[in-house]
């Protein structure tokens, strides 16, 4: 008895670990135009003038470590590049079915019978009455300026997609996949999956 008790711990234990894992797959793609292979990046965050927000800045903020895992130091009194983060949420509701009406899903049937009644029929089944699908977008998106030049040095955005709506906490992982392979990150669109704990 003592044996099944610890291993249904056990069991529980893995289970409530893998539940507060969140799998973020992103579609990312990025570009870079280094004059020169980057050294130390100490950066001040570049807003627009829509920018100018409390959101903005506790998006930054929300930012901020895995730019520190990627090697972005935060200084304002000597940046050498800028960079500039925008995110954008969108829901799209997808009404897919021809035979809705007044809120509710009806479903076609077409259907046969043999016997004594043969024959064939078409008609309508009752009101599922469920919501019409949903699928909710965040995009983020980094660009690196080099103060020196001016010049757009890095480019990168990722994008996720659920059904479930999206908050600004998944930011960090948005911004972990957008910098997978920094500073020389792979050529063309690509997925990246960043685990975090939920």
Known sequence: ???WRTLLLAAAVLLTGCANLWRVDSQVQSF???????GPLPFRFERLPSQQT???AALEQLALPALNQAGFVLDNAR???SLLITT????TTYRDDPFMWGGGYYSPWIGGGIGAGRGWG???????????????????SLVLRELSTGQVVYET?????SRSPIGT?????????????FPHPPTGPRNVTIELPH
């Open 1 to 3: 008895m003592l044996i």
């Open 122 to 140: 078409m008609g309508f089944s009752a009101p599922l009455w469920r919501a019409p699908p949903r699928n909710f977008q965040r995009q983020l």
């Open 54 to 56: 409390e959101a903005q």
């Open 32 to 38: 870079a135009s280094w004059s020169s292979p980057p």
């Open 79 to 81: 940046p050498a590049y």
């Open 88 to 91: 954008q949420a969108q829901e």
């Open 169 to 181: 906490d998944v930011v960090p992982a948005l911004v972990a996949a957008a910098l997978q392979g």
């Open 157 to 161: 955005r990722a994008g996720f997609d």
